[in-house]
C-alpha cells in the first residue's frame, strides 16, 4: 500500500433520512508508472463513482485493464487514489481475486485468526464459521492446511472469510471463480439471505452470467463507471 499522503479519503457512512448509502465513492482517480520514467503515467480510473444502498447487488464489469480490481483495492482502502472520496462503514467483508491465506494453517486456524482481528468473540465465530462451512460445502477440509486445499476449496476459504463477521458492506473480486455449479448456486442463494438482513454487496465478475441476480450493473470504460 502506498504511503503517500492522498486527496483521496475514507470517512464513515453518514445516516440521513430516508435510504442513506452503505458505500459511497466520487471521483476517483488512479495512474500507475507506465516504463521505467518518473513522468510517464497511464491513468487506469479517471473519475469513477460507486454507490450502494442496503440490500442492493451491484455488478461491476469491464475488460481486462479497465480497472475493476484498482477500484477495489481503493474502495476497501488496500491502495491509495490520487484524487476522490470514499464513505464506507468501519468493518467491511472484502474477497481479493487472489486468495491472501497462510499455506501452513488449516482453515479452522484461519476462521480463528480472522475472527480476532474483527473482534468477534469465539462463541459467535465459530456459530458463524459452521454456517459458512455447511453453506458452502467444505466442512470436511476444516483441519486441512490451505497449502493442501484444491483451486475450489481455497475460493470457498477466501469467500468464506469475507463472509465471517456478516458485515453490511462486501466486496467481492471475482468470488465465484473455481466454483462447481452447486457451490455457484450456493453462493447467490447466500447472497439473497444475507441482502434480506439489509447487507450491501459489490461483485466484480468478469463477465455477467445472470443479469437478473443484481439490481444494477455498473461498466468500466475509459476510467469511468457507466450504469449498463
Known amino acids: ?21 452503505v458505500l459511497s465513492a466520487s471521483g476517483i482517480v488512479k495512474s ?27 455488478g461491476l464489469v469491464g475488460e481486462n485493464g479497465s480497472g475493476k480490481t484498482t477500484l477495489m483495492k481503493i474502495l476497501i482502502g488496500a491502495l491509495a487514489a490520487d484524487a476522490g472520496a470514499v464513505a464506507r462503514p468501519d468493518q467491511v467483508g472484502y474477497c481479493p481475486q487472489e486468495p491472501v491465506v497462510y499455506p501452513r494453517l488449516t482453515c479452522n486456524e484461519h476462521f480463528e485468526l480472522f475472527g480476532r482481528a474483527y473482534g468477534m468473540r469465539a462463541g459467535h465465530e465459530r456459530a458463524c464459521r459452521q454456517e459458512i462451512y455447511e453453506t458452502l460445502g467444505f466442512e470436511r477440509y476444516a483441519s486441512v492446511r490451505a497449502d493442501q486445499l484444491s483451486g475450489g476449496t481455497l475460493s470457498k476459504l477466501n469467500l468464506g472469510l469475507a463472509l465471517l463477521p456478516d458485515p453490511d458492506l462486501l466486496l467481492l473480486d471475482e468470488p465465484y471463480a473455481g466454483f ?48 449498463r
Open 1 to 21: 500500500m502506498s504511503s503517500a499522503v492522498s486527496s483521496a479519503h475514507a470517512v464513515p457512512a453518514t445516516p440521513e433520512a430516508g435510504a442513506s448509502p
Open 180 to 227: 462447481d455449479w452447486d457451490t455457484y448456486t450456493k453462493f447467490w442463494g447466500l447472497v439473497e439471505q444475507r441482502r434480506s438482513r439489509g447487507r450491501a454487496f459489490l461483485v466484480i465478475s468478469h463477465f455477467v452470467v445472470d443479469e437478473e441476480r443484481f439490481d444494477r450493473i455498473l461498466e468500466i470504460r475509459e476510467g469511468r463507471t457507466y450504469p
Open 32 to 58: 500507475y508508472r507506465s516504463g521505467p520514467l518518473p513522468w510517464r503515467t497511464r491513468r487506469v480510473l479517471n473519475g469513477a463513482d460507486v454507490t450502494l444502498n442496503k440490500g442492493e447487488v451491484v
